[in-house]
């Protein structure tokens, strides 16, 4: 006598129980603090940020552990936790002329206003592994202090900009679609663009932009700066008629100048690609702001070629990795309804070829 | 704003919310069908199921116009306070609220686009009298024929015969409501 | 009990307002496939965020959820999203089709005939049923606008000129009431004339892709063929080995490694309360307590 497979709730609750254990690994280790993760793991609490859409490094942290260090999991905890919070206003953009800098440099010119600042970056050091941190580590040398200068440091494009050896990019005061809030419709503008990328897979849009460099969809792109630091956000309060402070974000900027355009009556310029990450978060800001411009192919005047990267619709319905993962995951659910209408299908088929064939042999051989 | 504005609204908007969607959608999904809306006082001349309506489906994202007698400092007050919804002309807005002879003529309203026929208004028809007489009704949501009784029939027979795009109308009457989607087709007796 | 923690069906109001628009914008254009702006849901994309969303606009607190997956309410994602809004919204739950008032389903519909008291809402993956003949949407966008479905029928008649028959067995397309071609999410096509002429109320939800379309009640819907190769829903070839039920979908059973197979029905309710009157099947054997 067969009893089909019953107890699905009992398999979910107990599978739940074993990945909480699981989770927690040996109890004679401690257990990880969030202030840990938050200070020691700071680029994943970053990247969970950026492709999280939520500036909070205290929740980037708890997802982290509630998801096992899988980054892409703890992204998907954020989003889903941010999606239910009501929306109570909007801030102002914020200026990254005004940042306070922690690190800046810029590949286009060897020295310039405000000064190259190296900052914390692994970009010099030698990838070898430091047992010295295996072994408890010990507390690190206190790195030289400077007294940071008072003065806001210009953005290195405006001052191609000032010589007009770059295309221009006036300020707007549209106010933008929102992604999270409306439908992606296509075609879609830079604004709506630069949104989805900021918050796309890292690795996504790392093979992209290393795609564009290889030639599919080539942009000859310099940067022309790299700064990170943080920027004040501010919000307008109705009832105060003016706007506030209200706290401060960690970003980072990189803008490329590109291989110019012109034409019989335009002057050749330069291009710019854009990107912008919460955090420190600079391998994801470099690839964006190539991706950015790999994408502008069509205003600028430029020849699709085929390259994904240019490929506005591919790039956009494919570079969220909440969406991604949940898609390729899903596989995993049953499917056996519409597998036993492919199964009966085939069958009929081979059954007819088959006949088909036996009675082209029984003719034959007649 | 006068303190009338602040009342009026759901008690309790997740439960009564959720009840009022369900009778909108009944009436939408079988025209001709006359249904029960309540849970909110609007100011006069909104009738009950017209408040009930926009407070289900109107906010801050969705222009609301305002059609002759209807558009009144009481009515803009409550929308502001309950909604947040902007006020606009008829040509822009999603939803319309009037009587039938407010919202004419009614070709000014949106009807979609070939590529997105969704993105049409929704006219709130306020009727004083909402019965199951009168004009044929057939289409989607129909089992066979419904009747209905409807003002406008030539413009609404003309607003059916542009399908996909067109308008849609929800008729209200006191606390009742019926719906008139595009995919109804009309025929007079 | 429901999780105060959370808004009522656990969206927000403003989030169920968008939805409530896009479904009765879907109700007036029928099968037109709307976009609405989806949330992120604490389930992953692809495992139902899009039926999540269509069910939690439309619960009201004396509802009868039913939540089925291949036709069956106890496959682990119809538990989990049971479970979902039992938590959220404290709905009551049955896995009774004819008790239930709303029910989400994947790749079914169920055997007993819908009623007018009924909501059917669907879990849609892939929402454009001409994405697989053109991968771009500002192209098929513009397909429906025109109602350039010549594609779609090229393909069915490839298949018909490689295999003789139309080859495909499921997320068989259909044309609503002579105008929008549409997917009726992956169901097998034995499923495809419950479509039509229904009288529950069924809405599509495509949350990745963020669509939502729908059928009113008593719809005019055609599943695509051709005159010299007219459509026809699957058939089994089997009775059910639990029930004996010899109309319903049939799920086939792996018993042994020596190529052992039973048949039994799809839809576990249909089966059950079969079953409960009495009928039994080839393998079955008469109800009792403990195997209930």
């Not at chain 1, 806001?152 to 000032?162: E, S």
């Not at chain 1, 992604?179 to 949104?195: I, Y």
């Not at chain 3, 429906?144 to 779609?152: D, F, N, Q, T």
Request: glycine share 8%; with cysteine; charged share 20%.
């Amino acid at each position: 006598m067969y009893v089909a497979v019953k107890g699905g709730e009992r398999a979910i609750d107990n599978a739940h129980a074993w990945l909480a254990e699981e989770r927690r690994g040996d109890l004679a280790v401690a257990e990880l603090t969030l202030g840990q993760i938050r200070e020691q793991l700071r680029l994943s609490v970053n990247r969970v940020m950026a492709e999280g859409s939520l500036y909070d490094p205290d929740l980037a942290a708890l997802a982290i552990k509630q998801a096992r260090g899988d980054l892409i999991e703890a992204i998907f905890l954020i989003r889903a936790y941010r999606t239910t919070l009501p929306r109570l206003g909007g801030s102002w953009p914020v200026d990254t002329a005004e940042m306070a800098i922690d690190r800046r440099i810029s590949a286009t010119f060897k020295d310039l206003p405000g000064g190259q600042i190296l900052g914390p970056t692994f970009d010099y050091t030698h990838r070898l592994l430091d047992f010295r941190l295996a072994a408890d580590g010990e507390a690190p040398v206190p790195a030289a202090t400077a007294t940071p200068s008072p003065d806001a440091v210009p953005h290195v494009m405006g001052l191609l900009d000032r010589d007009g050896l770059i295309e221009p990019a006036p300020v707007t005061d549209g106010t933008p679609r929102d992604l999270t809030r409306a439908p992606l419709e296509l075609p879609a503008d830079r604004a709506l663009r630069l949104q989805a990328i900021t918050r796309a897979d890292e690795g996504f849009l790392l093979s992209l932009a290393y795609s564009t460099q290889r030639g599919y969809g080539r942009t000859h792109a310099f940067v022309g700066e790299l700064r990170i630091g943080t920027v004040a956000v501010e919000v307008d309060i109705p009832e105060l008629g003016f706007s506030v402070a209200i706290g401060e974000v960690e970003l980072t900027e990189c803008e490329t100048v590109n291989q110019f355009t012109g034409s019989a009556t335009q002057p050749p310029q330069f291009t710019r690609g854009y990107g912008l990450v919460f955090g420190q978060s600079e391998r994801k800001a470099i690839a964006m702001s190539l991706v950015d411009r790999a994408l502008r192919w069509q205003e600028l005047g430029e020849d699709f070629v085929g390259a994904p990267a240019q490929d506005e619709e591919f790039v956009l319905s494919h570079c969220d990795n909440v969406q991604a993962t949940g898609f390729l995951e899903h596989i995993k659910l049953p499917h056996y309804v519409d597998f036993q209408a492919e199964l009966e299908l085939l069958r009929r088929l081979r059954h007819d070829t088959q006949r088909m064939a036996s009675q082209q042999n029984a003719e034959a051989a007649e | 704003m006068t303190p009338a504005a602040l009342t009026g609204g759901f008690a309790d908007a997740p439960l009564q919310s959720a009840q009022a969607f369900r009778s909108i959608l009944q009436a939408m999904a079988r025209p001709g069908t006359i249904h029960d809306l309540t849970g909110a006082l609007p100011p006069p001349p909104l009738s009950v199921a017209a408040g009930v309506a926009l407070l289900t489906l109107a906010d801050p994202s969705t222009p609301v116009h305002l059609a002759g007698a209807t558009d009144t400092p009481a009515v803009r007050g409550w929308l502001a306070f309950h909604l947040g919804a902007p006020l606009v002309g008829a040509e822009e807005a999603d939803f319309a609220l009037g009587t039938w002879a407010d919202l004419q003529p009614v070709s000014r309203f949106r009807i979609g686009q070939p590529d997105y026929p969704d993105r049409s208004a929704t006219l709130i028809v306020a009727v004083d009298h909402l019965e199951p007489e009168g004009v044929r009704l057939c289409g989607p949501g129909i089992r066979g024929a419904a009747q209905l009784s409807l003002p406008g029939i030539p413009a609404l027979q003309a607003n059916a015969a542009m399908f996909p795009l067109g308008f849609d109308c929800l008729f209200t009457c006191g606390t009742r409501i019926a719906a008139l989607p595009r995919s109804t087709r009309l025929e007079v007796l | 009990m429901t999780d105060t923690a959370y808004n009522f069906a656990y969206l927000d109001e403003q989030t169920k307002r968008m939805l409530r628009r896009a479904i009765l914008k879907a109700i007036a254009v029928p099968g037109y496939q709307v976009p609405f702006a989806s949330r992120e849901m604490p389930m992953p994309y692809g495992w139902g965020t899009g039926g999540v969303q269509v069910t939690a606009a439309c619960l009201c607190p004396d509802d009868r959820l039913k939540v089925i997956d291949q036709g069956a309410d106890d496959t682990t994602n119809a538990v989990s999203i049971r479970k979902f809004f039992q938590r959220t919204a404290g709905v009551a739950t049955t896995e009774r089709t004819a008790e239930a008032t709303v029910i989400q389903t994947r790749h079914r519909i169920p055997e007993a005939p819908l009623t007018e008291d009924q909501i059917l809402v669907y879990q849609v993956p892939i929402p454009e049923p001409l994405r697989f003949l053109e991968p771009r949407e500002t192209e098929t966008r513009k397909m429906h606008e025109l109602e350039e479905y010549g594609l779609m029928h090229v393909k069915l008649y490839e298949d018909i000129a490689r295999h003789g028959h139309i080859a495909t067995s499921y997320a068989y397309p259909v044309k609503v009431e002579g105008r929008y071609v549409m997917d009726p999410s992956p169901i097998p096509k034995f499923d495809n004339p419950k479509l039509s002429d229904c009288p529950a109320i069924q809405l599509f939800g495509a949350g990745r892709e963020q669509r939502i379309y729908a059928l009113p009640p008593y719809t005019q819907v055609v599943s695509l063929d051709f005159e010299d190769h007219p459509f026809v829903a699957s058939r089994a070839q089997h009775d059910c080995d639990l029930c004996g039920a010899d109309g319903s979908y049939l799920d086939e059973v792996i018993i042994d490694d020596l190529g052992g197979r039973m048949f039994v029905c799809s839809d576990t309710d249909f089966c059950t309360t079969r079953r409960e009157l009495g009928h039994i099947g080839r393998l079955g054997a008469p109800m009792t307590d403990e195997v209930a």
